[in-house]
């Protein structure tokens, strides 16, 4: 904010004849706006309060993320440690009385379960939650998680942990439709979350920053997903959305050759 009124500033000045973009102290010939004017101090200061804001903020998000990215390869390391891949399934196993399973991994995401819930599980059941996760490690949805809380930390604590929410919701819904695609029943894919969620009760520690859980977020609202018919996406709609933005789009420039003319 501070740096957009800063460089709105000279033309506003000019504009309201308090100051001039055409610096006559110089004899260059060249039409620019002088610093050296006392008018223009209160933007300068903005514009250099600005800067450093900003450069603070994008050393504390360089610090951050260098903090979520250690905190993520140990975590892998860990589970490498305590996992045993069981090829038939194409899955690792962790021997625990807990019942868990999540997908981790940037580049090569790998599918984590408990032997517990791996017991558990019927067959059909089993298909669901690894066509679920299978979805996760295809689409790398850790990696853009992680890449998104990075970008995150430009926005406001409110604003970022809507952002994520929804970014979460959209892969757990993508991946809830590839399972029922895999079993093709989508009643028995909303009683296996439902089921499921209830039994997965265990959070894992670093699931904020390198996993996606079979019971993530929003359980409530895939599940309406899940029972209710498609809707199909209305013509109309898109045609008025394109009318709507090329209009705004035309007035835009109808409106900015004139008035930068005039300033």
């Known amino acids: 904010m501070l740096l957009a009124l800063g460089g709105l500033f000279p033309s506003w000045t000019d504009s309201h004849e308090i100051a001039t973009k055409h610096c006559a102290s110089h004899t260059n010939g060249i039409a620019h706006f002088c610093w050296f004017d006392p008018i223009v101090h209160l933007p300068n200061v903005l514009w250099q309060g600005g800067s450093s804001l900003l450069a603070m903020i994008m050393l504390f998000n360089i610090y951050k993320g260098i903090q979520l ?8 390391a860990a589970l ?18 807990y019942l868990f399973v999540f ?16 017991d558990q599980l019927s067959v059909k059941q089993l298909d669901v939650v690894l066509a679920h996760e299978q979805a996760h490690c295809r689409r790398r949805d850790v990696l853009h998680r992680l890449l998104m809380n990075l970008a995150a930390l430009f926005h406001f ?7 994520l929410a929804d970014l ?22 909303a009683e296996t979350i439902v089921n499921l ?24 609202v895939r599940i ?12 109309s709609s898109i045609f008025y959305t394109v009318l ?16 930068h003319h005039l300033i």
């Open 69 to 76: 990215l250690t905190r993520h390869q140990n975590f892998q």
């Open 80 to 97: 490498r440690m305590v996992s045993r891949l069981d090829h038939k399934a194409g899955v690792y196993r962790i021997a625990s009385k």
């Open 103 to 118: 997908s981790c991994g940037l580049f090569t995401p790998r599918i984590f379960i408990s032997t517990q819930l791996m």
């Open 157 to 163: 604590p409110a604003l970022r942990r809507h952002l």
């Open 168 to 189: 979460a919701l959209s892969q757990e819904q993508i991946c809830d439709e590839t399972a029922v695609l895999k079993v093709r029943d989508r009643i028995f894919v």
């Open 197 to 220: 969620a209830r039994q997965l009760n265990t959070r894992i520690p670093e699931q904020d920053i390198g996993t996606t859980a079979f019971n993530g977020s929003h359980i409530d």
């Open 224 to 235: 309406q997903q899940l029972l209710e018919p498609p809707k199909p996406v209305s013509r």
């Open 244 to 259: 709507f933005f090329s209009i705004l789009f035309s007035g835009m420039l109808a409106v900015t050759m004139p008035l």
